[in-house]
């Protein structure tokens, strides 16, 4: 923990068991070097969990002695779906799914109970914008970057000069439901994987541990039935895999083969989208042993096919970090629009 040099902005990850929390100065210096964490009491509604998050806004203060006469504005993020200005889904989701959520302004909320300009951006997106500007550093406002990251669901986003491109809705970035092709990837006798979103054969389908449950590992523990995960619980059994990846287990390289390659292909529609100077990479993944995420970054790598020119300039990376990187971003975010106002 440090003390505030100058003005402040404060970044509030909502989760859904817990807040997690970081200041951030007008020099760019974060105050919190580790996991700040309050129950987020989602799970009671709207007015419980704003005024959770109040609470963690005062704890981060108190913890890094920063007076509130510091604090220019915070950065909010939430899971989604949620609109650009931090409006739940009118269907709710997954961490929002009593009625009274549905529809819940939850940044407007907050920012009349902290009396503070409050910033919205969702998870995956914050996420994103904290690996974009952890990757690039003081060059972060003039490069432009994708991000893909692998958990129970595939998030991420697009940075474009260190700003993340939140759309007309608030839905641009969703990776893990653009449709890829599937020549590559699949095995000529494997079925068409599907999303929880109704699509198939999106990204989420196939690089996400849902992906793994659902999908890859019921097929390949058919073409390897001897293997020990077949006696396990389905979805015990997707958790598992990582360990055997990290010992270069057959069944396992072929379903994480699966994955970097899908991850390959939503990056080469990247590579024709937006033309973006990095190619991120988080999730489970990055924690793994050295030698098998670098083999699963090469096989990103491989299956992502860029113009020489393109090649010239891009460059892949692992993001680290990603506990934090929630808040991290939200404040990145929230520091950006104070110093140079709302975008156009
Ligand atoms: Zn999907």
Redo the contacts with the bound molecule.
């Keep these: 923990m440090r003390t505030p040099a100058s003005w402040v902005v404060v970044g509030l990850d909502n989760g859904g068991t817990c807040n997690n929390a970081t200041v951030l100065d007008a020099t760019g210096q974060f105050l919190v070097d580790h996991l700040v964490e309050i129950p987020s009491l989602v799970q009671e509604g709207p007015e419980a969990a704003v005024t959770a998050l109040a609470d963690a806004f005062r704890n981060i203060l108190e913890l890094t002695s920063t007076p509130l006469t510091l604090v220019r504005a915070v950065g909010l993020d939430t899971p989604g779906p949620a609109s650009a200005n931090g409006v739940i889904s009118s269907k709710g989701s997954t961490n929002f799914n009593q009625v009274s959520w549905h529809g819940f302004d939850i940044r407007g909320a907050l920012e009349t109970e902290l009396g503070l300009p409050v910033i919205y951006n969702n998870d995956a997106n914050a996420a994103a914008l904290y690996a974009h500007h952890r990757h690039f550093g003081d060059n972060a406002m003039r490069r432009s970057s994708v991000a893909a990251i692998v958990g129970t669901g595939l998030g991420g986003g697009v940075v474009e000069n260190g700003r993340v491109v939140s759309g007309a809705a608030g839905m641009a970035g969703e990776l893990?439901?653009v449709q890829i092709p599937l020549h590559g990837v699949l095995e000529a006798d494997q079925p068409i994987p599907a999303?929880?979103?109704g699509?198939e054969g999106?990204v989420?389908?196939i690089a996400s541990l849902t992906g793994i449950k659902n999908n890859l590992l019921p097929y390949w523990l058919s073409r390897f039935p001897d293997h020990p995960l077949a006696s396990e619980p389905i979805g015990k059994a997707a958790k598992l895999l990582r360990g055997y990846g990290e010992k270069e287990d057959p069944l396992a390289l072929a379903v994480f083969g699966q994955q970097a390659r899908a991850i390959g292909k939503l990056f080469t529609i990247a590579a024709n989208f937006t033309d973006p100077h990095a190619y991120l990479l988080g999730g489970g993944v990055v924690e793994a042993h050295p030698h098998f995420r670098q083999w699963f970054l090469n096989t990103v790598r491989e299956t992502t096919e860029l113009r020489r020119e393109q090649l010239a300039v891009a460059s892949f990376a692992l993001v680290a970090d990603l506990d934090m990187a929630g808040a991290r971003g939200a404040a990145v975010a929230a520091l950006e629009r104070i110093q140079t106002g709302p975008a156009r």
Excluded: R
Aim: charged letters at 20%; one cysteine or more.
């Design positions: 893990g439901h999303c929880n979103c699509f999106d989420e389908s």
